[in-house]
């Protein structure tokens, strides 16, 4: 069955990184667009990030833009958040999803699988 499993997320200081990992079991990982979400206490899950495929084209929420970067090795099934200059509203339960399919500017239009999610807290 599909498997997603988050890791790498903590405690860090505010404009430190911090690298995600997710590895992608039970599915052919390499033909299956992935996304990052997050979820903010008391908010909505958001779209944090999107990698096509091939990792040939993604997609950032404004919010991160610029900080974050999305990419994948589909030799090792993993997909990665390299997240950069981290600020006190980064802090979120952050979750690697599954997208069977994504917009022309490379949006996922929706999960069918979720990961159980690695806490992250910007904090000094």
């Known amino acids: 069955q599909v498997k997603l499993v988050e890791s790498g997320g903590g405690l860090v200081q505010p404009g430190r990184s911090l690298r995600l990992s997710c590895a992608a079991s039970?599915?052919?990982?390499?033909?299956?667009?992935m996304s990052w979400y997050r979820q903010a206490p008391g908010k909505e899950r958001e779209l944090v990030a999107t990698?096509?495929?091939?990792?040939?084209?993604?997609n950032y929420a404004d919010s991160v833009k610029g900080r974050f970067t999305i990419f994948r090795d589909n030799t090792k099934n993993f997909m990665y958040l390299q997240m950069n200059s981290l600020k006190p509203e980064d802090t979120a339960v952050y979750y690697c999803?599954?997208?069977?399919?994504?917009?022309?500017?490379?949006?996922?239009?929706?999960?069918?699988?979720w990961g159980q999610g690695t806490q992250v807290t910007v904090s000094s």
């Open positions: 039970g599915f052919f990982f390499s033909s299956s667009a």
């Open positions: 999803a599954k997208c069977p399919s994504v917009s022309r500017q490379t949006m996922c239009l929706g999960p069918d699988y």
């Open positions: 990698i096509t495929n091939t990792g040939g084209s993604t």
